[in-house]
């Protein structure tokens, strides 16, 4: 079995500069860095992970709480995290809660239980129990797309979602739409509230003041958006633009629209928020306002990265969303 020893001896190096290259340290150079991981892959050198954990007082887990493993957001999300974590010799040890308090709960737990040396979380439920369960967190956490409550002292890394979907309705004004709706997911989500909140600020600013009949709160399916759009509709017979706060209430508002021969922009535009895989179908093609998630997840990971290493404090960021113009506008 090749040790450590046997790469510094190969490179005439010492064993300590191969052990700061194999684990990051900011000291070596990269030229040092790419020699020692060629040695690395050339002689088949697998580090003891056991002994380095004892050594080093870590389990080199990270726990990844997501509320619901099926929401396409997520895979790109987590396709970045795991990217960073895994070349820094990380596993992401996934909690998928599927929006319930008790798995969340049972998953923050298990941050104690198995050591892990960090998390990631997306809460759906954030009680005063799940509270002083973080404040009690011996370790670096970060909250993915969600802000952070009053009594924490945890960052996070969001998307500014009241300034995307600003730009979503003024782009719906700007081609002349005046009587627009909106499709939100539920009464209990940040993430929605603050989309609606840039909605109606937005078309305020305009002189327009949308009624009760031009809002719906829907869900987060697809099939919840084609319900939804026929509720709306049904009240709305002269609406010419529909503001859904994610691309699957979108893409089944659409289906609604296109089942009912109601020709879509032209009668009725639509544009989704998210910039899933799915709105860039060529049968879909829905404008949206993107989200940079995978970017989300590398930056999620070297922030902790740097917390479990106290290179750095916490400290929050908020990101932008893009419009991507497509033909349902």
């Known amino acids: 079995m090749v040790t450590i020893k046997d790469i510094a001896k190969h490179l005439n190096i010492s064993v300590s500069t191969v052990s700061r290259a194999l684990n990051n340290h900011s000291d070596i150079n990269e030229m040092t860095k790419e020699k020692v991981l060629k040695a690395v892959g050339e002689m088949k050198y697998r580090p003891n992970t056991i002994a380095r954990s004892l050594i080093q007082n870590k389990t080199y887990t990270v726990g990844l709480m997501v509320p619901d493993i099926a929401d396409p957001f997520f895979s790109n999300v987590a ?9 820094q010799g990380y596993q992401v040890v996934y909690g998928n809660t599927s929006r319930n308090k008790a798995k969340e709960k049972k998953f923050i737990e298990s941050v104690f239980d198995r050591k892990m040396d960090g998390i990631l979380l997306t809460p759906d439920n954030l009680d ?5 369960m973080l404040r009690n967190l011996k370790v670096p ?10 009594g924490l002292n945890i960052p996070y890394i969001d998307v500014d979602h ?9 782009h719906l ?5 005046r009587n627009i709706c909106f499709m939100g997911m539920t009464e209990d989500s940040f993430i929605s509230n603050e989309r609606l909140r840039g909605f109606m600020e937005t078309m305020h600013k305009h002189g327009i003041y949308p009624n009760d009949n031009q809002i719906v709160i829907a869900g987060r399916t697809i099939e919840s958006g084609k319900l939804a759009m026929e509720k709306l509709y049904k009240k709305n017979k002269n609406m010419t633009a529909l503001f859904a706060s994610n691309d699957l209430l979108g893409i089944g508002a659409l289906e609604w629209l296109s089942k009912n ?18 709105s860039e179908l060529y049968w879909i093609q829905m404008t949206t306002m993107a989200q940079p998630r995978e970017m989300m997840g590398k930056m999620a990971a070297e922030k902790l990265l740097k917390m479990m290493d106290n290179s750095e404090k916490g400290k929050s960021i908020l990101l932008h ?6 033909q349902t506008c």
């Open 79 to 87: 396709l970045g995290i795991e990217e960073v974590l895994s070349a």
């Open 128 to 132: 005063e129990d799940i509270i002083s």
């Open 141 to 150: 956490a970060l909250f993915l797309r969600r802000r952070t409550p009053n």
């Open 162 to 170: 009241y300034e995307g979907a600003c730009k979503a309705v003024e």
């Open 173 to 177: 004004l700007s081609k002349g739409h």
């Open 261 to 278: 021969n109601i020709d879509v922009p032209n009668e009725v535009s639509v544009i989704g928020f998210d910039n899933l895989e799915l």
């Open 321 to 326: 969303a893009e419009l991507i113009r497509r």
